[in-house]
């Protein structure tokens, strides 16, 4: 077994990492909020006198569009404050071993 060490992580590369997975958590929450916001509209649309046609439906597109760029931004940060906790830490313990095969 050749073992390996990985002594550091670098910042960047591993918080747009983050980010970009986070993207899709914001992508995936903006679906749902498309679909809810279109059956609440619907659904209360007749009843309501002051009604905004397709209001939900614009809230589920506005959300498709802005919790993707939100999320990745928050991730990217996150990934930052993330990757400067795993380089302190693979610092105090000298770094962590893994097994590589070919």
Known sequence: MAYKR???V???SFST???IIC???GFF???IVLVAGSFISALFQSQSEISIPHFGAALGIAAII???ILFFVIGFIVGIVYALIINL???ITRGL???LQD
Do not use: H, M
């Open 89 to 91: 830490a693979l610092k």
């Open 6 to 8: 990985i002594t550091s």
């Open 23 to 25: 993207s899709f958590f």
């Open 29 to 31: 929450y903006g679906l």
């Open 10 to 12: 670098e910042i960047v």
């Open 97 to 99: 071993k893994i097994d």
């Open 17 to 19: 990492f983050t980010g």
């Open 66 to 68: 802005v919790l993707p």
